[in-house]
């Protein structure tokens, strides 16, 4: 059984920037794809970012690839999203997925059902 957990959401205010942190256990982090979900108030959970497990296939949601960033050290064990220049409408809580199946090229990995495992979350807010 693979657990996830999210760190590094907090309060930011516009323009700002976190840095969110996925760690695994139940399976080393350099075997399983990870992606980054979100999902606002009243909103449906959408797809950030995705970084297959050995970092040769990278995805990010077109309207957030120039502020957004996801990466792994796997030497540390995780996988990080950098989120820079923050807006309100960033709002949400954000989840980290992984997937133990190897992922094929020409596919993007963005949708939740890609997805054996989840985290629980971690709130991002942005203020005015």
């Known amino acids: 059984q693979v657990q996830l957990v999210e760190s590094g959401g907090g309060s930011v205010l516009a323009g700002g920037s976190l840095r969110l942190s996925c760690t695994a256990s139940?399976?080393?982090?350099?075997?399983?794809?990870i992606g980054w979900f979100r999902q606002a108030p009243g909103k449906e959970r959408e797809f950030v970012a995705a970084?297959?497990?050995?970092?040769?296939?990278?995805f990010t949601a077109k309207v957030l690839k120039d502020r957004f960033a996801i990466s792994r050290d796997n030497a540390k064990n995780t996988v990080s999203l950098q989120m820079n220049s923050l807006k309100q409408e960033d709002t949400a809580v954000y989840y980290c997925?992984?997937?133990?199946?190897?992922?094929?090229?020409?596919?993007?990995?963005?949708?939740?059902?890609?997805?054996?495992?989840w985290g629980q979350g971690t709130q991002v807010t942005v203020g005015s």
């Open positions: 997925a992984a997937d133990q199946d190897p992922w094929s090229s020409g596919r993007v990995y963005s949708t939740s059902g890609d997805y054996d495992y």
């Open positions: 139940g399976r080393p982090l350099n075997l399983l794809n």
């Open positions: 970084l297959s497990r050995g970092g040769s296939m990278k």
